[in-house]
């Protein structure tokens, strides 16, 4: 028997879920929990429950995840918020 590494983070499971869903869910918990706590810390990333039409939280530690669960990483939620416009070359060639 070989042991197998984890991943530090989980991964979401792309081959089992809806991305655009699951990102679009992510993104309206995660925008709900700045409303409602502007002042908290980042959270690690969101959790989702699939069985639970979308539903989920914010967490703050790596999450232990049931089979029905997603972890989608604070850097997919805030999505494209990071990177600049102004870093693409502007010719084309």
Do not use: K
């Not at 993104?27 to 409303?35: A, C, G, S, T, W």
């Not at 850097?75 to 502007?90: A, C, D, F, T």
Request: aromatic share 6%; proline share 11%.
């Amino acid at each position: 028997m070989g042991s197998s590494v984890q991943p530090l983070t989980p991964q979401p499971r792309w081959d089992r879920i809806n991305s655009a869903e699951v990102i679009a869910s992510a993104r309206r918990i995660y925008f709900h929990f700045l409303e409602c706590s502007p002042t908290h810390p980042d959270p690690l990333g969101v959790v989702i429950a699939q069985a639970s039409g979308g539903q989920g939280r914010v967490v703050f530690e790596l999450p232990v995840l049931l089979p029905e669960e997603q972890f989608i990483p604070l850097e997919l939620v805030r999505g494209r918020s990071g990177r600049s416009r102004s870093s693409r070359s502007p010719l084309r060639g």
